[in-house]
């Protein structure tokens, strides 16, 4: 369902999602998930904003329990450096965000448990999503590197075989 757009840009929630985000509010943790989710929103609006400056027609981005995906209508094949800097753009805004709040800390001006939860859940997404599989971020800079090597389809295949391996684990 969508419940929002950004720029052109539409964002949806899975149904399911919401039954999630009833399972954290019932062991009282629905602002830790609130937060997880506004990091990955980010993370996604980082992809698609990338995406439009370089001329690809974006759709907008769905959220589901375990993680968001950005859509564009455009096909990347043969674009291998935007890609790549595209599939960067959400783990770089992880670490953006990492880094300030740890300078914040650092310094004295963010304190406590709710900084500590930020610095790790941008920490954990970026390290996720730098996984050379598909469909994370990480395995679409693979796929760009590899595929004049092994063919694009070939490359595709294998590296989304090594992300449904990750995910049955």
Same mark, same amino acid.
């Given at each position: 369902?969508?419940?929002?757009?950004?720029?052109?840009?539409?964002?949806?929630?899975?149904?399911?999602?919401?039954?999630?985000?009833?399972?954290?509010?019932?062991?009282?943790?629905?602002?830790?998930?609130?937060?997880?989710?506004?990091?990955?929103?980010?993370?996604?609006?980082?992809?698609?904003?990338?995406?439009?400056?370089?001329?690809?027609?974006?759709?907008?981005?769905?959220?589901?329990?375990?993680?968001?995906?950005?859509?564009?209508?455009? /096909?990347?094949? =043969? @674009?291998? $450096?935007?890609?790549?800097?595209?599939?960067?753009? !959400?783990? %770089?805004?992880?670490?953006?965000? &990492?880094?300030?709040?740890?300078?914040?800390?650092?310094?004295?001006?963010?304190?406590?448990?709710?900084?500590?939860?930020?610095?790790?859940?941008?920490?954990?997404?970026?390290?996720?999503?730098?996984?050379?599989?598909?469909? /994370?971020?990480? =395995? @679409?800079? $693979?796929?760009?590197?590899?595929?004049?090597?092994? !063919?694009? %389809?070939?490359?595709?295949?294998? &590296?989304?075989?090594?992300?449904?391996?990750?995910?049955?684990?």
């Amino acid at each position: 369902m969508e419940v929002a757009r950004f720029q052109g840009l539409s964002i949806k929630i899975h149904p399911t999602l919401l039954l999630v985000l009833l399972a954290y509010a019932a062991l009282g943790e629905l602002a830790q998930a609130f937060l997880v989710f506004s990091l990955v929103i980010g993370h996604e609006l980082a992809h698609l904003l990338t995406a439009k400056a370089y001329g690809f027609r974006v759709i907008g981005l769905e959220l589901f329990p375990f993680g968001g995906a950005a859509y564009c209508e455009d /096909l990347f094949e =043969g @674009r291998k $450096v935007e890609e790549s800097i595209m599939a960067l753009a !959400g783990p %770089v805004f992880n670490l953006t965000l &990492l880094f300030a709040a740890q300078a914040l800390r650092w310094e004295g001006y963010w304190t406590g448990e709710l900084s500590e939860a930020f610095i790790q859940f941008n920490f954990w997404l970026a390290v996720f999503n730098l996984l050379p599989v598909l469909p /994370l971020d990480g =395995g @679409r800079v $693979v796929r760009a590197l590899l595929s004049d090597a092994f !063919g694009f %389809v070939q490359t595709t295949k294998t &590296l989304a075989r090594g992300g449904q391996f990750i995910g049955g684990l």
